[in-house]
C-alpha cells in the first residue's frame, strides 16, 4: 500500500514543480527537491487531499521530515476512512 | 439529451500552475502589467491565479508582494519599495480580518466607521501622491463570527453591520475618487458562499484565508477588473436561436411553435434569458444572432408576440447554413470588433467545439445545454466587466446596427429589386490576379453549398489557372453602402474551340440573393464574346450540401442538356444573349 500511494504521488509532484523526470522517493523532502518551497508545498498538500480526499490536521504536516513519513500519515488516515 | 456545464476547478490550476504559466508565457504579443500586492494575508496563491487568467487575456503580469500584512505600513509609513517597483496598479488585498471594529458596549458606529475609513483614506492618499497609479481596494466580506445573530446587523456593535457600513463608505470613495477600483469581496464572498470562502486550517496553517475556489473566485473578479482597464473586457454576445434564445427547432417546429412567453416553465427560462441580454444591451453590450437556419424562418422567430428581443436588437444577424466560425469571422468583421471581444453562446456541444477549436480567441463557455444554466455561466465568467456606465455605451448597441437596418430596410421596399438599388452594390469582377490567389484557393477547398462541381484546387493549381491562356477565371468582389464583403465568387471554364466548359461555379452563402451570379455571368459571356466563344456549358455535381444549386443553371437560363442521377449538363447558347445583372454597378478591374 505504501507503494501505492507513493506511485501515486508521483504525478502529483511531477505537475506541482513541474518536473516530469522528477522521481519522488521515501527520502525526498523540501530540502534536497528542487522547487519545494513553501508555496509549492501549499499546492502538494492541497492536490494530495484532493486526489485522496483526506484531509491533513493542522500542523500535522510541519513535524514530518521527509515523503516517507508523510506517506505513513496518509497510510494511516485511508486506513482510518 | 441534457448536459450540465462544467467547471475549471480551482485545485487543477493550481496544481498544473507553473506548466500552465509555462505555455501562456509562449504567448508573443503579451501586454506587460506592473501590479503591487499589499496584502492583510499571504497572496502568494491568489497572485499565482490571477496571473493564469492575466496571461490568457493575453497581458503579462508582473508581481510585488508586500510582506505579510504590512499593508498599512508599505504604503503610508514606508512607501519606497512600491514606489521603486512602479506598479501600474496597486492591489490592497484586505479582508474582514484587517479591520478594526468597535468594542461590543459601543453606543454608535459613526466614529468607528469614520476612523477606520481615516485609516484606508491615508493609504489611498499615499499611494496617489508617491505614484499616481491605479489603486484597487478590496472591500470587505461579512465578518467570520456574528457573536449578535440577527442583531450582528443592527447593533451599533455588530461586526456584520460595521463591515456593511465601512462598504457603503468604501463605495462613496470608489465614486468620487477618480483611480480608486473597488474589488467587490463582499460579492465574492457572497457568490462563494462564506462557508466555502474561508478555511481556518489555512488561516493558520499558511496566513491564506480563502479556500483554493475561494482565491479563484477573487482573482476571477480582480482578473476582470484588469481586463475592463486595459480594453480587454468582451463587447459582444453572440447566440444561437434555436434551443438557445427559444425552445424548440424554429424550422422544424414552425415560427409560432417555439417555446418562449410565460406558459409553461421552459417557455419562463427562455423569455428570463432574453431579457437578461435585452438588460446587457442595454449596458452596452452588442448582441448577434449565429444560426445554422434558414434567415427568413429565424427572423419570423423575433417577430413572436412573446419574443423579448427583437430584429432590431441585434447588431448582427447570421441565419444561414455556413459554419458557425466562419460567421462568427464575419460578424467580428462587420461590427469592427476583434474575435477575442466576442462571446459565444450555443445549447450544442458540437458547435461550441468547432468554434473553440477554430476561433481559440472567442470565448465559448460550456454553457451546458440548458437555458437555465446560461446567465449563472455568463454572469460568473464576468466577461463584460466595465469600469463606468458612460453614456457612450448605453448607445454603442444603436450605433452598430448596421445589420438590423439592413433588415428593416428590406421590410420597407414594395419589392426586392428596389431593396437591391438601395444597397447600392457595387462589384468587382477580373481574371485572377496574385493577390487574390491565396483567397481564392480557400475558396475553393471551403465552399460546399454554392458549388456546381465541389472541386477543390491547391495553391498551384490555381497559380497555374492564372496564367492559362486556354482557361476564362474570374473572380468577383461586392461591396454595398453598408460595406464591404470581399472576394466571395469564383468561375473557372476551359475553352475548347467555341465552347468553354465551366469547370468550377462558387459562391459564399453570405452573398446568397444579391444577384452576383448574374453579374458573375454576364462578364464569363463578355469574355467569351472576346474570344469567339458561342456555347457554354455548365455541370452541376450533386453533393450532400450543394442542393441549393440544383437549379442554378436553370434559374440563369441554360437548357438541359442530360439528367444524370448524380449530375446533369447544361448549355448556353451566347448568339442571343442579352445581359441580365441590373442592381449590381460593375467595376472590372485588369
Request: charge should be negative; hydrophobic fraction near 45%.
Amino acid at each position: 500500500m505504501a507503494e501505492d500511494i507513493l506511485t501515486r504521488l508521483q504525478p502529483i509532484f511531477h505537475d506541482v514543480l513541474d518536473d516530469n523526470k522528477l522521481v519522488i522517493t521515501r527520502e525526498s523532502s523540501a530540502l534536497n527537491v528542487d522547487g519545494w518551497d513553501s508555496l509549492a508545498h501549499i499546492n502538494l498538500v492541497t492536490a494530495i487531499e484532493q486526489d485522496f480526499r483526506i484531509r491533513f490536521a493542522l500542523g500535522e504536516l510541519g513535524e514530518l521530515k521527509n515523503v516517507g513519513e508523510m506517506i505513513d500519515l496518509m497510510q494511516q488516515k485511508l486506513a482510518a476512512k | 439529451m441534457s448536459s450540465a456545464p462544467s467547471e475549471e476547478s480551482a485545485e487543477t490550476l493550481l496544481r498544473k500552475q507553473k506548466a500552465l504559466r509555462r505555455t501562456l508565457l509562449e504567448r508573443a504579443d503579451l501586454l506587460e502589467v506592473r501590479i503591487a500586492v499589499l496584502g492583510g494575508s499571504t497572496t502568494d496563491e491568489v497572485v499565482n491565479l490571477l496571473e493564469l487568467l492575466l496571461l490568457r487575456a493575453g497581458l503579462k503580469p508582473v508581481f510585488y508582494q508586500s510582506d505579510y500584512q504590512k499593508y498599512f505600513e508599505e504604503a503610508v509609513i514606508d512607501p519606497a519599495r512600491v514606489i521603486a517597483f512602479r506598479p501600474d496598479i496597486v492591489w490592497v488585498y484586505t479582508s474582514s480580518r484587517d479591520v478594526r471594529y468597535p468594542p461590543i458596549d459601543a453606543k454608535e458606529i459613526q466614529g468607528f466607521v469614520d476612523e477606520e475609513l481615516a485609516r484606508f483614506t491615508a493609504i489611498w492618499d499615499s499611494l496617489q501622491q508617491h505614484i499616481g497609479c491605479v489603486i484597487v481596494q478590496n472591500n470587505f466580506e461579512r465578518p467570520e463570527t456574528a457573536l449578535l445573530g440577527n442583531m450582528d446587523a443592527v447593533s451599533a456593535a455588530g461586526r456584520c453591520r460595521f463591515v456593511n457600513a465601512l462598504n457603503e463608505r468604501f463605495a462613496h470613495a470608489a465614486e468620487s475618487r477618480k483611480r480608486l477600483y473597488l474589488n467587490d469581496l463582499a460579492s465574492v464572498a457572497t457568490i462563494v458562499g462564506q462557508r466555502a470562502l474561508v478555511d481556518l486550517r489555512r488561516w493558520f496553517g499558511y496566513k491564506i484565508f480563502t479556500t483554493p475556489a475561494g482565491s479563484l473566485e477573487v482573482a476571477r473578479s480582480m482578473a476582470a477588473l484588469i481586463r475592463a482597464m486595459y480594453g480587454r473586457a468582451r463587447k459582444c454576445l453572440v447566440l444561437d436561436l434555436d434551443n438557445t434564445l427559444w425552445g424548440g427547432v424554429i424550422g422544424d417546429d414552425g415560427p409560432d411553435k417555439i417555446v418562449i412567453g410565460r406558459e409553461t416553465p421552459a417557455a419562463e427560462a427562455f423569455t428570463a434569458f432574453q431579457e437578461y441580454c435585452l438588460r446587457l444591451r442595454g449596458r452596452g453590450v452588442l448582441l448577434a444572432v449565429c444560426s445554422k437556419n434558414t434567415a427568413a424562418l429565424a427572423i419570423e422567430g423575433f417577430s413572436h408576440p412573446d419574443s423579448v428581443l427583437r430584429m432590431e436588437h441585434f447588431a448582427s444577424f447570421k441565419a444561414n447554413w455556413e459554419p458557425k466560425h466562419e460567421n462568427i469571422v464575419a460578424i467580428s468583421r462587420e461590427l469592427n470588433i476583434g474575435l477575442d471581444s466576442l462571446v459565444f453562446v450555443d445549447d450544442n456541444p458540437a458547435e461550441r467545439a468547432i468554434v473553440a477549436a477554430q476561433l481559440p480567441t472567442v470565448a465559448v463557455p460550456d454553457v451546458g445545454s440548458e437555458v437555465v444554466d446560461f446567465i449563472p455561466i455568463l454572469e460568473r465568467e464576468r466577461y463584460f466587466e466595465t469600469l463606468a456606465l458612460s453614456g457612450e455605451d448605453l448607445v454603442r448597441a444603436g450605433l452598430y446596427a448596421d445589420n438590423a437596418k439592413r433588415a428593416v430596410q428590406e421590410s420597407r421596399f414594395s419589392n426586392y429589386g428596389e431593396y437591391l438599388d438601395s444597397l447600392q452594390m457595387k462589384a468587382e469582377i477580373a481574371p485572377f490576379r496574385a493577390v487574390y490567389l491565396d483567397r481564392i484557393t480557400q475558396l475553393t477547398n471551403k465552399t460546399n453549398q454554392y458549388n456546381l462541381t465541389t472541386r477543390r484546387y491547391t495553391q498551384a493549381e490555381i497559380e497555374q489557372i492564372a496564367v492559362d491562356p486556354a482557361r476564362i477565371a474570374l473572380y468577383g468582389r461586392l461591396s454595398d453602402a453598408f460595406g464591404d464583403n470581399g472576394l466571395i465568387t469564383v468561375v473557372i471554364g476551359h475553352q475548347i474551340g467555341p465552347i468553354l466548359d465551366l469547370d468550377l461555379w462558387l459562391m459564399s452563402c453570405r452573398v446568397l440573393k444579391r444577384d452576383m451570379e448574374l453579374a458573375m455571368l454576364d462578364a464569363v459571356v463578355a469574355t467569351c464574346q472576346r474570344r469567339d466563344i458561342r456555347e457554354l456549358r455548365g455541370l452541376y455535381k450533386r453533393t450532400a450540401k450543394n442542393e441549393l444549386v440544383v437549379d442554378h443553371y436553370a434559374r440563369l437560363g441554360f437548357a438541359l442538356v442530360e439528367q444524370g442521377p448524380q449530375q446533369s449538363t447544361w448549355s448556353l447558347d451566347l448568339a442571343a444573349y442579352r445581359s441580365r445583372n441590373t442592381h449590381i454597378r460593375e467595376i472590372s478591374s485588369g
